[in-house]
């Protein structure tokens, strides 16, 4: 199960979850997903966000990378009535239906898979936050702009997290 947060909605407990149809919580990261294979971004769904949701933004990162946390997907002005994000997102900065995404530390937009050292497995956190406003920052912002223009802002969260190995 997904980890999530809970909210009330009229005096019931609702929770932001997300989940992917390409690996369960915990579970393996597909090959296609990462630098040995395709290096598409993985379908992702989420439910229940709250009702004042204004935009979404999603960060994936590793904590297990040998010189520190390695941001791999920085995307955010989702809007609000998005219920997911498609297999293979493109790489571009700005999308058609409005979302922006930020520089990951490949030094490029756009989802970076799993890639570590051969050895034991990383973790990979897919973050989803809903938002109450959209944020007036340009496309090719880091993780840290990013946080900082969502400081206050943020409704519900949500998290998946996956694990890869290459050995």
Known sequence: MALSFLFLMGGVAMALELKSPAFVERGTVPRQYTCEGKDLSPALTWSDAPADTQSFALICDDPDAPMGTWVHWVIYNIPATATGLPEGVST???????????????????????????????????????????????????????????????????ALMGTYQRK
């Open 92 to 158: 571009a900065g700005d999308l058609q239906d409005g979302s922006r995404q930020g520089i990951t530390d490949f030094g490029r937009t756009g989802y970076g898979g799993p890639c570590p050292p051969p050895g034991k497995p990383h973790r990979y956190y897919f973050k989803l936050y809903a938002l109450d406003e959209r944020l007036d920052i340009k496309s090719r912002v880091t993780k840290e702009v990013l946080l900082s223009a969502m400081k206050d802002h943020v409704l519900a969260e949500a």
